[in-house]
C-alpha cells in the first residue's frame, strides 16, 4: 500500500521558517519524482515546487524562488520543503506528490497525494 504522509505544517508569522517533510512508503521512492502543491481556500490547487528522481534537479514556482527549498533522500524515503521567509499569501493546505516518471509541474499528472498538511501565516 503506498502511502505518502506530510507533516511540519503550523501557524507561524511572516518571515518565520517552516520545514514540511513527506514520507513514503510501499513504493521504490528513487522511481518516483516527487512534488509539492498547495490549495488556499477557494482557490485552485498551484504547483511549488519538484525535485527528479536522482535529486539533480529541481524547479519551483516563481512565487517562491529565493524562499523555498526542495530536496530528498532516498534512503530514507524522504522529501522536505524548507519554507523560509514566509508570507501571509503562503497560507494554504499543503500537498506531497509523486509520479513514476519525470518531473513535471501539473497537478493532473501526479497520482499518487499525501492528506495534506496546513501552514497558516500570520501577518
Known amino acids: 500500500q503506498v502511502q505518502l504522509v506530510e507533516s511540519g505544517g503550523g501557524l507561524v508569522q511572516a518571515g518565520d521558517s517552516v520545514r514540511l517533510s513527506c514520507a513514503a512508503s510501499?513504493?521504490?521512492?528513487?522511481?518516483?519524482?516527487m512534488a509539492w502543491f498547495r490549495q488556499a481556500p477557494g482557490k485552485v490547487r498551484e504547483f511549488v515546487a519538484v525535485?527528479?528522481?536522482?535529486?539533480?534537479?529541481?524547479y519551483n514556482a516563481d512565487s517562491v524562488k529565493g524562499r523555498f527549498t526542495i530536496s530528498r533522500d532516498n534512503a530514507k524515503n524522504i522529501v522536505t520543503l524548507q519554507m523560509n521567509s514566509l508570507k501571509p499569501e503562503d497560507t494554504a493546505d499543503y500537498y506531497c506528490?509523486?509520479?513514476?516518471?519525470?518531473?513535471?509541474?501539473?497537478?493532473?499528472?501526479?497520482?499518487?497525494w499525501g492528506q495534506g498538511t496546513q501552514v497558516t501565516v500570520s501577518s
Open positions: 510501499g513504493l521504490t521512492f528513487s522511481n518516483y519524482a
Open positions: 506528490a509523486a509520479r513514476a516518471s519525470w518531473a513535471t509541474k501539473t497537478v493532473a499528472t501526479y497520482d499518487l
Open positions: 525535485i527528479s528522481t536522482s535529486g539533480a534537479t529541481t
